[in-house]
């Protein structure tokens, strides 16, 4: 007798928040580790959990500065990303090479990445780490800036010498289950690009997505699926990012994010002076609509895939267009985006 065991077919979730129409939205997360450094698990691994919560690139970024498994598992500090290059490119994920450099609060925490080598960046003088790391054309951005330690939530002189030598391009607003409001300030201030990570040290956790649990990440608008497109996106800021049923982002992109994802599709009279609106919402978020204007409810929740109908007093000669904010939608701290919903003739 021989017994048959058939492993069951790794799935891949499609994530559905539709981003802007004329670039390709790509899904990611820029901060993670593995055993090289802090982390509990090897390389690979973070590709196969990428491509099943349906992302389309990572960095593996592994403190350059904290090995503690160094006796057994040495060498450069490439490593992480040689190991796991060959399954990303099976799985068809893009795998971007970084680290994570390490200094206690203040100067923090940074994150480099499209590196070409890390091994250079191996070195005590701070700002002459991130003089090589641009030196390679790297994307360096200032991650969980909430960090403990006695400047903790401020901005230092590190990070404005960082960036006034253009050294310092993005910012983490968003890591794992913490947002920072005044990190996401300065990103608007300083037109820094924005970014949501996991940081994840443990394997990532399974189990059903719902519009508030889901993995912190990063939409980036590329010209296509490339590195180096990937690459220019980052440099030029067209990121929003999506926690906990929210998303941040420039007012341009969020307009256009809401427009992809929600629409009055049908209008009717119930009488002379009320309207049902049909209102579909195409995205994985639960979209939360509160009232601006003089017309329509108060509140409008439009759950994730639905058509909802929504009934309310107008008059016969009132406004074909109703102004809401989108509670869910930030351009900055507590500031929603303003939208329009125009009611079909
Ligand atoms: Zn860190
Ligand atoms: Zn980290």
Redesign the pocket.
């Known amino acids: 007798l021989c017994s048959l065991s058939i492993a069951a077919a790794q799935a891949r979730r499609e994530i559905r928040v539709a981003g802007l129409p004329e670039y390709r939205t790509l899904k990611c997360d820029f901060h993670m580790h593995t055993v090289f450094s802090d982390g509990l698990v090897w390389p690979s691994a973070r590709v196969d959990e990428a491509w099943q919560d349906g992302l389309d690139a990572i960095a593996i970024t592994d ?1 350059i500065e904290e090995r503690p498994h160094k006796d057994i598992i040495s060498g450069s500090q490439n490593r992480p990303y040689e190991i796991a290059a060959g399954r990303a490119k099976d799985f068809g994920v893009l795998l971007v090479r970084g680290a ?1 450099v ?1 200094r206690e609060t203040p100067p923090g ?1 940074h994150n480099a990445i499209f590196l070409k080598d890390v091994d250079p960046l191996d070195t005590k003088d701070f700002f002459e780490v991130f003089r090589r790391a641009n030196e390679q054309q790297a994307f360096v951005f200032w ?2 800036p909430r ?1 403990p330690g006695p400047e903790r939530g401020r901005w230092d002189e590190a990070q404005t010498k960082l960036y006034e030598k253009k050294w310092l391009h993005g910012i983490e607003i968003c890591n794992h289950e913490e947002y920072f409001p005044e990190a996401h300030q300065w990103a608007v201030a300083k037109n820094l690009t924005i970014v949501g990570d996991t ?1 994840m040290h443990e394997p990532m956790p399974t189990g059903t997505w719902t519009p508030e649990e889901h993995r912190t990440l990063t939409f980036v608008y590329a010209k296509d699926k490339t590195l180096e497109s990937l690459h220019e996106a980052l440099l030029a800021g067209r990121t929003v990012v999506w926690y906990r049923n929210q998303l941040f982002g420039k007012e341009q992109f969020l307009s256009a994010v809401f427009k992809r994802n929600v629409e009055v599709r049908r209008a009717y009279r119930r009488s002379n002076d009320v309207i049902v609106l049909e209102i579909h919402n195409d995205s994985d978020m639960s979209i939360v609509l509160e009232k601006a204007g003089n017309v329509g409810l108060d509140t409008v929740t439009l759950p994730p895939h639905t058509a909802s109908r929504h009934k309310f007093p107008i008059p016969a000669d009132g406004p074909r267009e109703l102004l809401y904010r989108v509670a869910n939608f930030l351009t900055a701290p507590k500031k929603p985006l303003d939208v329009k919903l125009t009611i079909p003739q």
Do not use: Q
């Open positions: 403190h994570e390490t925490h991650n969980h960090w940081d």
